[in-house]
């Protein structure tokens, strides 16, 4: 088992990267204020892990409340995340029950979400199941909901007692959602670095293949790149945006399709390469270094070119992004591979030409 710290001060927390979490609960039952705990999972996931866990904390004493959501990024929505308060209120639960996210980012986002605002404040922790939950959505504390125009429009801010990411999911999560986490490994190499880009290179066929020490190198690398820049920038006031590298152009494809078509590791995929060439055309990157990014990103089986949405549709999107400040809005730009910035004031002929490059 690793170990990293996401360090905020008081509110600090482990990362915990092994194996057997969902079969051996000890490193989370301390950490309980109270022997009870919702666990807040999905349809796909209940019927494979929620047993074990139940029992492995009614084993130590523990109650379980289970709330089992729809799965699918079109259901981040309020009904849903209602689905999760009208469980709590009918097996009356407290602001100390603690709930647990079982799962990939979805049900990581709304239980988060739900924690922030159960009663004002109650505790949770996340159990990521997939890989682009392990490496990014699980680790930071950003919690949300999608809106029709925007995708994670409407959250807080939330950081759990613990992280606790079991590796052994992974050996039979579905080549889809394993290729979708790769999108987020990668980008994390391409923002901080270099060399991690480069160990991707070579071994992006041992990480498809689930070759076990590769896939907990990769964990382990992203979350610790992505625990240093929260412990830096929190609340997203400059350098964590720079963890939206691809995003503008993702989210825009996610909210253009209408959610649930395209997996957000795949929008987040075809993004990258967007806000590469949009790099290049700014003067940083060469074509070569492009090609590069490319070539690793459909090696890792993911879409090249974005999905054929009119122009003003995606631009729509792009406009009610997060990082849009004063009304202009801000990409996330490399200014060579393992570094990158925030980028103002491009102006939108730049961004079209980019488009109009990269849709399909």
């Given at each position: 088992m690793r170990t990293l710290i996401v360090a905020l001060g008081e509110r600090s927390y482990p990362i915990r990267i092994g194996s057997g979490f969902l079969r051996d609960v000890s490193l989370i039952t301390p950490l309980l204020p109270q022997k009870?705990?919702?666990?807040?999972?999905?349809?796909?996931?209940?019927?494979?892990?929620?047993?074990?866990?139940?029992?492995?904390?009614?084993?130590?004493?523990?109650a379980v409340v289970p709330v089992i959501l729809p799965d699918g990024e079109q259901y981040k929505t309020w009904e849903t995340l209602n689905l999760i308060f009208d469980a709590l209120i009918e097996h009356r639960c407290e602001r100390r029950t603690t709930l647990i996210a079982l799962g990939g980012g979805v049900v990581g986002d709304m239980t988060g979400f739900a924690a922030a605002t159960w009663q004002r404040g109650a505790p949770f922790i996340q159990m990521p199941t997939t890989l682009l939950a392990q490496v990014d959505s699980s680790v930071g504390g950003k919690t949300a909901i999608n809106h029709p125009h925007g995708k994670n429009m409407i959250g807080a801010f939330y950081q759990p007692l613990a992280v606790c990411a079991d590796l052994e999911p992974?050996?039979?999560?579905?080549l889809r959602?394993?290729?979708?986490?790769?999108?987020?490994?990668i980008k994390h190499g391409l923002i901080r670095?270099?060399?991690?880009?480069?160990?991707?290179?070579?071994?992006?066929d041992a990480l498809l293949?689930?070759?076990?020490?590769?896939?907990?190198?990769?964990?382990?690398?992203s979350c610790e790149i992505k625990a240093a820049i929260v412990a830096e920038d929190e609340r997203e006031l400059e350098v964590r945006a720079l963890l939206n590298f691809g995003h503008t152009f993702g989210h825009a494809i996610e909210a253009g399709l209408g959610y649930g078509d395209w997996l957000h590791g795949e929008a987040i995929g075809a993004g990258m390469i967007m806000a590469a060439d949009l790099s290049r055309e700014l003067g940083y990157l060469d074509a070569a270094e492009v090609a590069r990014i490319q070539a690793l990103i459909g090696r890792a089986g993911l879409p090249v070119t974005g999905p054929k949405l009119p122009r003003a549709r995606y631009l729509e999107h792009m406009s009610v992004d997060k990082k849009t400040r004063d009304g202009a809005t801000r990409?996330?730009?490399?200014?060579?591979?393992?570094?990158?910035?925030i980028q103002t004031g491009v102006a939108q002929a730049i961004v079209e030409g980019v488009l109009a490059r990269r849709i399909a």
């Open positions: 009870r705990v919702a666990v807040v999972t999905n349809t796909t996931i209940a019927p494979l892990y929620l047993s074990g866990l139940r029992a492995a904390l009614e084993a130590a004493g523990v992974l050996q039979t999560l579905p959602e394993l290729r979708a986490g790769l999108a987020e490994v670095d270099a060399a991690f880009f480069e160990w991707l290179e070579a071994n992006i293949a689930r070759d076990p020490a590769a896939l907990e190198h990769a964990v382990v690398r990409f996330v730009v490399l200014e060579r591979l393992g570094s990158a910035r």
